[in-house]
């Protein structure tokens, strides 16, 4: 298809707006959504999303929390989360921080769930300056699931207890739609029909999750609880290929540290490497720091899917032997990730220091870097204390490079003792899990020097 191919089949504002009034008013609508239901091509997709940008700067649409599209009408008044309080009354948290949460006594929720994003008005304003409210709309998602205990019933019946506190209901699963969970289990539960005046609704077991019990079953729940994944869009994907692509090109352009002797220190069960380090000693006396860390920005532009996909999970999510990235592991674990023995693009900065610990300079570059080694935090804090049975032997001019960076940490530590700086590490956890997900062990971690 050529690009005039593509653009012909670009919907108008026209079809954009009359879809919504189409499909029903409570339904969330994102750009990938809307561009499978008005089959906008791939070439396309740039195209119509300045489509979207311009109907929203017209304010004929409004953007939800950076990701959600809705008529600006349907959208006027005081937007956010309904938090539900056990007791029935509940508030609606906007995003501006500016705003107090809304007051919504009970019976004006409009039949919002616990954690919906609503439209509520404002329906009077206390003399403190508290205001009260009642929700008018309930923007829910096509598919509302639910995470809880599953309590087994009679006949092959059973209840699922949802772990989120405020929800305010119960799930009844009938005969034959429990997947065969087990009483106690933690499960998924896909709803079929919302709650009567008794709070008790009707689901269906989507998803065994394991055992509270066990490490592996709590984690699957808190998962499946706050939406995290693994799995990212198709068009996330495609651009974060194409941008992996044009690195290479990009280090011609870029200041050249790949003479250094740079190593990165993580833990031993890392999986991405984003910061790294070297060390010189100067000729006159003092030393010179460079830091390093990934340029992630390079890989992902303002606006774009990785950009709005990034803005959707919010930070990386790490759990005992598993991490759910913010970037696909192609950037994450790759193109972003400073493994040794490939050519990098950096953000940087490298610092003069003397003698006493007093910085003299300061530069900050774009660069590229060759990782000499990818070091553990056993492995440098074992060749400092004078042994290096951790790990293979270092290479000499690693050695040597972790020497100078030793000096400089000791020079660095008595300036701080100097100056009377407070010391407030705290020892960081890791847990080890056995075969069967439960925890065997709890270990701390020594920063060493």
């Given at each position: 298809?050529?690009?005039?191919?593509?653009?012909?089949?670009?919907?108008?504002?026209?079809?954009?707006?009359?879809?919504?009034?189409?499909?029903?008013?409570?339904?969330?609508?994102?750009?990938?959504?809307?561009?499978?239901?008005?089959?906008?091509?791939?070439?396309?997709?740039?195209?119509?999303?300045?489509?979207?940008?311009?109907?929203?700067?017209?304010?004929?649409?409004?953007?939800?929390?950076?990701?959600?599209?809705?008529?600006?009408?349907?959208?006027?008044?005081?937007?956010?989360?309904?938090?539900?309080?056990?007791?029935?009354?509940?508030?609606?948290?906007?995003?501006?921080?500016?705003?107090?949460?809304?007051?919504?006594?009970?019976?004006?929720?409009?039949?919002?769930?616990?954690?919906?994003?609503?439209?509520?008005?404002?329906?009077?304003?206390?003399p403190d300056g508290r205001r009260e409210g009642a929700i008018r709309l309930a923007l829910e998602p096509a598919v509302r699931r639910v995470v809880g205990r599953y309590v087994a019933g009679w006949r092959g019946s059973g209840?699922?207890?949802?772990?989120?506190?405020?929800?305010?209901?119960?799930?009844?699963?009938?005969?034959?739609?429990?997947?065969?969970?087990?009483?106690?289990?933690?499960?998924?539960?896909?709803?079929?029909?919302?709650?009567?005046?008794?709070?008790?609704?009707?689901?269906?077991?989507?998803?065994?999750?394991?055992?509270?019990?066990?490490?592996?079953?709590?984690?699957?729940?808190?998962?499946?609880?706050?939406?995290?994944?693994?799995?990212?869009?198709?068009?996330?994907?495609?651009?974060?290929?194409?941008?992996?692509?044009?690195?290479?090109?990009?280090?011609?352009?870029?200041?050249?540290?790949?003479?250094?002797?740079?190593?990165?220190?993580?833990?031993?069960?890392?999986?991405?490497?984003?910061?790294?380090?070297?060390?010189?000693?100067?000729?006159?006396?003092?030393?010179?720091?460079?830091?390093?860390?990934?340029?992630?920005?390079?890989?992902?532009?303002?606006?774009?899917?990785?950009?709005?996909?990034?803005?959707?999970?919010?930070?990386?999510?790490?759990?005992?032997?598993?991490?759910?990235?913010?970037?696909?592991?192609?950037?994450?674990?790759?193109?972003?990730?400073?493994?040794?023995?490939?050519?990098?693009?950096?953000?940087?900065?490298?610092?003069?220091?003397?003698?006493?610990?007093?910085?003299?300079?300061?530069?900050?570059?774009?660069g590229v870097i060759r990782s000499t080694a990818r070091l553990t935090y056993q492995q440098v804090n074992a060749f400092l204390a004078g042994h290096d049975e951790v790990g293979p032997p270092l290479a000499p001019e690693v050695?040597?490079?972790?020497?100078?960076?030793?000096?400089?940490?000791?020079?660095?530590?008595?300036?701080?003792?100097?100056?009377?700086?407070?010391?407030?590490?705290?020892?960081?956890?890791?847990?080890?899990?056995?075969?069967?997900?439960?925890?065997?062990?709890?270990?701390?971690?020594?920063?060493?020097?």
């Amino acid at each position: 298809m050529t690009r005039r191919d593509a653009d012909t089949r670009l919907p108008g504002p026209k079809r954009v707006l009359s879809l919504f009034e189409r499909v029903g008013r409570r339904e969330l609508w994102d750009e990938e959504r809307l561009a499978r239901r008005l089959r906008v091509p791939g070439g396309a997709r740039a195209k119509f999303r300045r489509l979207l940008d311009g109907l929203v700067a017209e304010g004929r649409l409004r953007l939800l929390r950076g990701r959600w599209y809705v008529p600006a009408d349907q959208a006027a008044g005081v937007v956010g989360r309904f938090i539900r309080h056990p007791a029935g009354f509940g508030f609606v948290s906007t995003d501006d921080p500016r705003e107090v949460d809304l007051f919504i006594p009970p019976g004006a929720d409009a039949g919002a769930f616990h954690g919906d994003l609503v439209v509520a008005d404002v329906v009077a304003v206390k003399p403190d300056g508290r205001r009260e409210g009642a929700i008018r709309l309930a923007l829910e998602p096509a598919v509302r699931r639910v995470v809880g205990r599953y309590v087994a019933g009679w006949r092959g019946s059973g209840l699922v207890e949802p772990l989120e506190r405020g929800t305010g209901f119960e799930v009844r699963v009938p005969a034959g739609k429990s997947k065969g969970a087990e009483s106690g289990e933690l499960v998924t539960v896909e709803l079929t029909a919302h709650p009567d005046r008794g709070g008790l609704a009707r689901g269906e077991v989507v998803e065994r999750l394991g055992r509270p019990e066990t490490a592996a079953g709590a984690i699957a729940a808190t998962i499946a609880k706050y939406g995290f994944s693994s799995e990212f869009p198709d068009e996330v994907l495609a651009e974060a290929d194409r941008r992996a692509a044009r690195a290479t090109a990009a280090v011609a352009r870029r200041e050249d540290f790949r003479d250094l002797t740079v190593v990165t220190i993580d833990g031993a069960d890392a999986k991405d490497f984003d910061d790294a380090i070297a060390v010189e000693r100067l000729r006159g006396g003092g030393f010179r720091l460079h830091v390093f860390i990934a340029d992630v920005a390079f890989m992902v532009r303002p606006g774009s899917a990785l950009d709005r996909e990034a803005l959707r999970r919010g930070t990386s999510v790490y759990f005992p032997g598993l991490a759910l990235t913010m970037l696909p592991p192609r950037l994450s674990e790759d193109v972003c990730s400073l493994r040794p023995h490939r050519d990098r693009l950096t953000h940087g900065l490298s610092i003069d220091i003397g003698r006493g610990g007093g910085m003299r300079d300061v530069r900050f570059h774009d660069g590229v870097i060759r990782s000499t080694a990818r070091l553990t935090y056993q492995q440098v804090n074992a060749f400092l204390a004078g042994h290096d049975e951790v790990g293979p032997p270092l290479a000499p001019e690693v050695a040597a490079m972790l020497s100078e960076a030793a000096a400089l940490a000791r020079v660095l530590l008595r300036a701080r003792r100097r100056r009377g700086a407070l010391d407030l590490e705290a020892p960081e956890p890791r847990l080890e899990l056995g075969a069967d997900g439960r925890v065997t062990a709890i270990a701390l971690y020594d920063r060493g020097l």
